[in-house]
């Protein structure tokens, strides 16, 4: 990890007090990670676990979470491993943090279903950064989407298929 990063403070977008999991098998390089989270108003937890990782986030959700690809398990889609309580629509964004950067990992990430994908050695700047956006989005109110009709019946197969995304859909006939 290069110790001569220059962090720009404009450029990071840190939503103050959003809490994230950190789950790193390299406890070390946690650390590190986590005194830059928290120089940048983020709150952070480490863990070397995934089960404990699962827990904590049953109890108390984070806003978002890194996992180190090494402690994922053969599951089909990351939101497998958080349990949802009744408040809460979507499990937290979570970023997939990899040894290497190669294409085959960035589409596990992908098949996943996280929102982000990182690669050691960690630049700390573009992480704090996608951090911030992934907690600024969770955050945010869902989006919105302006559906105008003519009156076709097939309007409410999109209104259909825009809320299964999570999306808030007006239509106007």
Do not use: W
């Not at 279903?113 to 955050?139: A, D, E, M, Y």
């Amino acid at each position: 990890m290069p110790d001569n990063e220059t962090i720009n403070d404009n450029e990071i977008v840190s939503p103050l007090q959003s809490r994230v999991f950190l789950t790193f098998s390299d406890t070390q390089l946690a650390r590190h990670i986590a005194n830059e989270c928290r120089h940048y108003g983020f709150k952070t937890r480490i863990f070397e676990n995934l089960a404990v990782m699962q827990n904590a986030a049953s109890v108390s959700p984070p806003d978002a979470v890194v996992i180190e690809d090494t402690l994922i398990p053969e599951i089909s889609r990351i939101d497998e491993l958080f349990t949802l309580n009744d408040e809460q629509k979507h499990s937290p964004p979570v970023l997939f943090l990899t040894e290497t950067d190669c294409l085959t990992k960035r589409l596990e990430a992908v098949r996943l279903g996280c929102q982000g994908f990182i690669h050691k050695p960690v630049n700390i700047g573009s992480f704090l950064n996608r951090l911030g956006q992934l907690c600024q989005r969770k955050r945010s109110r869902s989006e919105r989407v302006l559906l105008i009709s003519d009156g076709s019946p097939i309007i409410e197969q999109h209104i259909n298929q825009l809320e299964s995304q999570q999306l808030e859909v007006i239509a106007l006939n």
